[in-house]
């Protein structure tokens, strides 16, 4: 059985740093991308980024690149999204989601999520 269970989102004050846990069970990360999206109050879900399976590759939307970095540790079947220099905007419900498959980029659904974790960035 599938399953993701994210972990470390919390209250952070501006400019400071969070680093989001997607633990993966049921399944190899080596054979299933990782991807990582947000949720804001009142606003569409969006994209962060992902990591590709099998060459563990990433991928972010641009806005984000630079600031989000994500990486996994394969012997602990886990992803993990850091954040860096948080802004008000970034508080949002975080998520991580799999989808099995191989190749470049990011695909464009994912079957599997997680049920998220709570980001606030405020002062």
């Known amino acids: 059985q599938v399953q993701l269970v994210e972990s470390g989102g919390g209250l952070v004050q501006p400019g400071g740093s969070l680093r989001l846990s997607c633990a993966a069970s049921?399944?190899?990360?080596?054979?299933?991308?990782i991807g990582w999206f947000r949720q804001a109050p009142g606003k569409a879900r969006e994209e962060v980024g992902c990591i590709s399976s099998s060459d563990g590759i990433t991928y972010y939307e641009d806005s984000r690149e630079g600031r989000f970095t994500i990486s996994r540790e394969n012997a602990k079947n886990t992803v993990y999204l850091q954040m860096n220099s948080l802004k008000p905007e970034d508080t949002a419900v975080y998520h991580c989601a799999a989808q099995h498959g191989y190749g470049l980029g990011c695909p464009e659904g994912y079957n599997y999520w997680g049920q998220g974790t709570q980001v606030t960035v405020s002062s």
């Open positions: 049921g399944f190899s990360l080596d054979a299933y991308y």
